[in-house]
């Protein structure tokens, strides 16, 4: 867990995502990644972030959870949805002619505490 903020505990699903991403890339973007896009859809998919850490081009999966008991938020990025981010990355890397790019996928995890504080985790190289 590398960094805490205070934020409303009662967020709806879908801010919760948003937040979730615009988090993710405050976080990255201190931590020198620049990033290239955000929310890249194809294939009734999405890569949340896509950015460069030095030379090599990172897919971030985001994920985020209001509380622990429903589990951690880096196990619902299962086998199908890795499946899933690895054919939009390859499209991705096909459209923007850069098949050569060293790459690599990571996932973001954020979680809630009952005080509406949350825990960031960055998984590099998660799959």
């Known amino acids: ?52 850490d030095k030379k090599t081009l990172v897919f971030v999966e985001v994920k985020a959870r209001c509380r622990r008991s429903l589990g951690l938020p880096e196990e619902s990025v299962n086998l199908q949805k890795q499946k899933q981010i690895r054919k939009i990355a390859e499209a991705y890397l096909a459209l923007n002619n850069l098949e050569d790019v060293e790459c690599r996928f990571d996932v973001i995890s954020l979680v809630f505490d009952e005080s509406g504080s949350y825990c960031l985790s960055h998984i590099r190289d998660a799959f």
């Open 1 to 52: 867990m590398e960094d805490r903020k205070k934020v409303n505990a009662n967020i709806s699903p879908y801010n919760l995502g948003k937040w979730g991403e615009e988090t993710a890339q405050e976080y990255l973007k201190r931590k020198n990644f620049k990033i290239v896009a955000k929310g890249f859809r194809l294939y009734r998919g999405e890569i949340d972030v896509i950015a460069y």
